[in-house]
């Protein structure tokens, strides 16, 4: 793939004007008012036919997998090899990510960890009960989803220092302690996937099972705080959740057993994260370069456009080539998925890595750009320079990257 088909062309168009029409005039509001993405968030899975794509695929999976409960005889499901209809769709969950990534970053935050993380956990580890009962109004926004594993003293070491704890009832269920913070939705979510560690008597700290719970606003005992105040995309809420004796049934353990949604189906979804980075990076360094050429182009000072000195040059230049690197990545990944393979860890962790950085120092070069101004809100370069530094921080941070990449090819040797 070497550009956008002409009918991703006439996608991204449309999606480009729905967020200038819908987004756009709205982007106060939603970046420093304190009203919440949701509804326009809806609107685009509704205006785009998203949330009749999911109940499709939905109902489709939820089919083969009572077929196959029931014993009867299903076709193979083509887990590998090239599928055009896959890299069709790789490139349809891309081009809305990045359209919206150049006006609000946190959208696609709270729609990605909403739908992906919470609604993909259940898809991919759920029992056909949980899919049924929790599952589509994720997928398709009706319901707003969380998925929490960060505690106030376990970020990068999540599993090592995780202190909340479930400890089984005696009766089948289980009885949750702890809390959790920094969590995208945290203050608006209806259902929680929640990432904790199995108390079981006589079981060291570090060798406790991890187990996930699925957990519904309004149960007793767990409180959602208000949203933080953060350095940016304040189109996604984040706050804490509060568990304090919350009694939960067999029912909500994810995948009906202590064994199902552990460390590697966690760690599954660090994998999912980091592909989508790299497309959110795009859409900012597009914008942040169109926005700087346009600048640099138009401010005259000594007399002359200041897009005429070598030293202004120079960062346009280092923005085209970020710009060049990540829409190829992106093209990448699409190829990939359409031929049916997967990244290795270190390649997933290296696009985010280097998604992270380039979008930082290109959103970083575009303030300088553009001067004082650039300094405004009004200029719009100053929020993409806040919310890019997230990129940095969250679905592991730069530091874990080099680790995870490191760990991979030095465990090849
Ligand atoms: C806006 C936002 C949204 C978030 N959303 C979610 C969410 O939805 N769900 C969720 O569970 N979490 C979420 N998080 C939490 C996020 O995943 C963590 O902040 C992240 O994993 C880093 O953990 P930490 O903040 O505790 O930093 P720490 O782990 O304390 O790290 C601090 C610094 O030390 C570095 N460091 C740590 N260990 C090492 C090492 N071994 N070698 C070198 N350097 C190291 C780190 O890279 C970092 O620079 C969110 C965070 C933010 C800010």
């Not at 696609?108 to 029992?127: D, E, N, W």
């Not at 860890?345 to 553009?370: C, D, G, N, P, R």
Request: proline residues 3%; neutral net charge; aromatic residues 6%.
């Amino acid at each position: 793939m070497i550009q956008w088909s002409e009918q991703q062309q006439m996608i991204q168009k449309m999606v480009r004007d729905f967020v200038e029409k819908e987004i756009v005039p709205q982007l106060d509001d939603i970046e420093y008012n304190g009203v919440p993405p949701y509804d326009i968030l809806r609107k685009l899975i509704k205006t785009f036919g998203m949330d009749v794509m999911a109940q499709q695929s939905f109902e489709k999976q939820l089919a083969r997998e009572k077929a196959i409960a029931a014993g009867e005889t299903v076709g193979e499901k083509k887990k590998d090899g090239p599928s055009a209809m896959a890299g069709e769709e790789a490139a349809m969950r891309m081009i809305p990510i990045i359209e919206i990534c150049k006006h609000a970053q946190g959208l696609v935050t709270a729609m990605g960890v909403s739908m992906g993380l919470g609604g993909g956990a259940i898809m991919s580890k759920g029992t056909i009960e949980q899919k049924e009962r929790w599952a589509l109004p994720l997928l398709t926004l009706e319901k707003v989803g969380a998925w929490a594993i960060s505690e106030p003293n376990a970020g990068s070491d999540a599993f090592g220092q995780m202190k909340t704890l479930a400890r089984r009832d005696g009766n089948g269920g289980y009885i949750i302690n702890g809390s959790k913070t920094w969590i995208t939705n945290g203050p608006y979510a209806d259902t929680i996937i929640l990432i904790c560690k199995l108390d079981e008597e006589g079981v060291p700290a570090d060798q406790r099972k991890i187990v996930s719970f699925i957990l519904d606003s309004g149960m007793e005992g767990l409180e959602q705080s208000k949203p933080f105040k953060k350095m940016g995309i304040g189109s996604s809420p984040t706050g804490e959740l509060f568990l304090s004796d919350v009694k939960v049934g067999a029912d909500r353990l994810l995948g009906g057993s202590e064994d199902s949604y552990g460390r590697s189906g966690a760690k599954g979804t660090f994998m999912q994260e980091r592909a989508g980075v790299a497309a959110m990076a795009l859409g900012m360094v597009e914008r942040a370069l169109q926005l700087s050429t346009q600048y640099a182009h138009d401010r005259v000072q000594f007399g002359r456009a200041i897009g005429q000195n070598q030293l202004i040059q120079l960062k346009l230049a280092r923005m085209e080539v970020a710009r060049t690197n990540l829409q190829n990545m992106v093209f990448r990944y699409i190829e990939m998925t359409a031929a049916g393979q997967q990244m290795t860890l270190a390649e997933a962790s290296a696009m985010k890595l280097y998604a992270a950085q380039a979008a930082m120092e290109v959103a970083t070069e575009a303030v300088q750009i553009h001067g004082g101004y650039g300094y405004m809100r009004e200029s719009r370069v100053e929020q993409l320079m806040r919310d890019a530094k997230i990129l940095q921080i969250y679905a592991g941070t730069d530091e874990m990257q080099i680790i995870a990449i490191a760990r991979d090819l030095l465990g090849r040797v």
